[in-house]
């Protein structure tokens, strides 16, 4: 896992390989919970259901999972100032944590984005 950090606050976390296990991916306080599962054959979760309970968050924060292809993204401070760019490819993870970005699809690429919502339009962008 590379945690990018800039100006010391987590912009975005990168995962390449997974250990064995059920692994949390992002901070227990982050407003987007992701964890990976590298399992065993025969392994299970126990059934279960969440109960409703209200969750507010003030952060929209997004994951990518590659399925097929490369794609770069750029990472950008909150004063819109690109900081660093990465490729990354089949079987990796991004989770955009604060601060902007934008994805270049370097390949014919299939990608999974998940966000916390409601969905709300409220992108900002940067020119």
Do not use: W
Request: net charge positive; aromatic share 4%.
């Amino acid at each position: 896992m590379e945690k990018i950090i800039h100006n010391n606050t987590l912009v975005a976390v990168r995962i390449k390989k997974s250990k064995t296990g059920i692994t949390p991916l992002s901070d227990s306080d982050q407003p987007l919970q992701v964890l990976i599962h590298s399992r065993e054959k025969g392994s299970q979760t126990k059934a279960h259901l969440h109960k409703p309970t209200q969750r507010i968050t003030q952060a929209l924060q997004e994951c990518l999972v590659i399925l097929k292809g490369k794609i770069k993204i750029d990472f950008f401070t909150t004063e819109k100032k690109i900081f660093k760019s990465i490729q990354a490819s089949k079987g990796e993870v991004i989770i955009f944590v604060s601060g902007g970005h934008a994805v270049h699809v370097l390949e014919n690429s299939e990608i999974v984005e998940v966000k916390n919502g409601p969905f709300i339009e409220d992108r900002e962008f940067i020119e």
